[in-house]
């Protein structure tokens, strides 16, 4: 089983931008699909972006496509989200998880980190 630990969320006014990174430790990080989801106060939660187990194949909800890049360094152990032209709608504690597939239901993932918050000011 693999572990994963967000960090990089902040505070930061509309227009600007943030990098988020999920490091992970266990299991062989290159075997897992990585994603990204988000959770604003009384919302479910979302699919933000995927990415495949070599990085060839990215996925993104219409909400963050062109504004933000999923990619990962698989020797780093690392997946990274880069949020640019962030909006106050963006606010919302940010999760990585891992998969064996390409999902973007929450329920089809059983591995996720602990969450790293993100407000954007407007």
Known sequence: ??????????????????????VASGRTFSSYVMAWFR???????????????NGGYTLY????????????DNAENTVYLQ??????RDTAIYYCAANDYIWTTPQSYDVWGQGTQVTVSS
């Open 83 to 88: 949020m640019n032209s962030l909006k106050p």
């Open 1 to 22: 089983q693999v572990q994963l630990v967000e960090s990089g969320g902040g505070l930061v006014q509309a227009g600007g931008s943030l990098r988020l990174s999920c």
């Open 39 to 53: 959770q604003a106060p009384g919302k479910e939660r979302e699919f933000v972006a995927t990415v495949s187990r």
């Open 61 to 72: 909800a219409d909400s963050v496509k062109g504004r933000f890049t999923i990619s990962r």
